[in-house]
Nanobody, 119 residues
Framework: QVALVESGGGLVQAGGSLRLSCVAS????????MSWYRQAPERQRELVAT???????DYADSVAGRFTISRETGRNTLYLQMNSLKLEDTAVYYC?????????????WGQGTQVTVSS
């Protein structure tokens, strides 16, 4: 059974910081490309940041320079450090694990954690 459990969301003032965590179960973490997505009300889910098993990282333009994605293999944990938060960062943030096994791609999602940035 694969499970991704996010934590760390909350209410923060604009300009503040939060760190999200995502703990993955089983062997999924070490063999997957890990990403953070977010979805604001009435908007489509969007990719925020991605980190591969080799440590290659990519960010959405809207968060580059403010957010930092990282992974800690020994703890099966993915992080998203969010600094200089803006009102438009308000969304539900989801952890995603993408694994390709025998040519078949599997995606796994967490339940999401709410981030609310206030003025």
């Amino acid at each position: 059974q694969v499970a991704l459990v996010e934590s760390g969301g909350g209410l923060v003032q604009a300009g503040g910081s939060l760190r999200l965590s995502c703990v993955a179960s089983g062997s999924i973490f070490s063999n997957s490309i890990m990403s953070w997505y977010r979805q604001a009300p009435e908007r489509q889910r969007e990719l925020v940041a991605t980190i591969t098993t080799r440590g290659d990282i990519d960010y959405a333009d809207s968060v580059a320079g403010r957010f930092t994605i990282s992974r800690e293999t020994g703890r099966n944990t993915l992080y998203l450090q969010m600094n200089s938060l803006k009102l438009e960062d308000t969304a539900v943030y989801y952890c995603n694990a993408r694994r390709i096994l025998l040519g078949i791609e599997n995606n796994y999602w967490g339940q999401g954690t709410q981030v609310t940035v206030s003025s």
